[in-house]
């Protein structure tokens, strides 16, 4: 170990009695929504065997201002040191803490049609952490099958299921006309995480549960409004001339 890397360290011990070092009390959705940003750039830089970043280095890469990247930090206890900028390993491992990456929490997924397929062979969930361990379905076709490394199991087996092993968030990736009575069967079982593909939202007001709704219409017309904006431009320019 290099002089660099013990003095991030035994600034860590010393943090270790900070409640915000780690915390989120107080920490805007947009810093929250930034993290997994942070995590993969530094993943990426370690790969490349990078030692040490500045705030400015990492604002070039991603597009985000050097002096929001530090106030992004500072919400969590800063991670810097003046001079040296940012130890790469120390910094991902304190945003892999901070994202619960090293909990390694466990899923399942509900529906087994193209998406949830899909997300059933993606590596991205051994990246970050996550145990995907089965996948649920109606179809009797599919009920049995091989997703990747999931066995396809049926519907009617999903409270058995989360009674014998626990899971901690689920997938939902079945039609969007199911997927409140599958929210509340969940959430009834103890599952405090649920991963919304459905395209709908629903209340869960009486259970302690977290939901990130994913509209991937939403992202590609909101991809669409840009481009709008851009022919809109061109066509008023190409008026002028």
């Not at 199911?178 to 593909?197: I, K, P, Q, S, T």
């Not at 395209?199 to 009486?206: I, P, R, T």
Request: proline share 3%; net charge neutral; with cysteine.
């Amino acid at each position: 170990m290099n002089d660099f890397d013990q003095t991030y360290l035994d600034t860590a011990e010393r943090r270790e009695d900070d409640p915000t070092a780690t915390g989120r009390l107080g920490v805007s959705p947009a810093v929250i929504k930034r993290l997994p940003r942070y995590y993969r750039y530094l993943r990426e830089l370690i790969r490349r065997d990078k030692l040490r970043i500045s705030s400015s280095e990492l604002s070039q890469m991603m597009n985000v201002t050097a002096s929001q990247i530090r106030q992004d930090f500072n919400c969590f206890g800063g991670f810097g040191q003046q001079g040296y900028g940012y130890n790469v390993k120390y910094l991902y491992l304190k945003i892999s803490e901070i994202l619960g990456v090293s909990r390694h929490f466990t899923a399942i997924i509900i529906g087994a049609g193209n998406l949830g397929r899909a997300l059933g062979k993606n590596p991205m969930f051994a990246k970050r952490g996550v145990i995907p361990t089965a996948m649920f379905d109606v179809d009797p076709a599919t009920i049995g099958r091989q997703v990747g490394d999931l066995t396809v199991l049926p519907m009617d087996s999903l409270e058995a299921y989360l009674a014998e092993n626990h899971t901690d968030l689920a997938v939902l990736t079945l039609p969007k006309e199911c997927a409140a009575e599958v929210a509340r069967r969940l959430a009834a079982a103890g599952v405090r995480g649920l991963w919304n593909f459905t395209g709908s939202e629903f209340a869960l007001d009486e259970f302690d549960v977290r939901v990130e709704n994913v509209h991937l219409g939403d992202s590609l017309m909101t991809l669409c409004y840009e481009l709008n904006l851009m022919k809109t431009e061109e066509e008023r320019k190409a008026g002028k001339s």
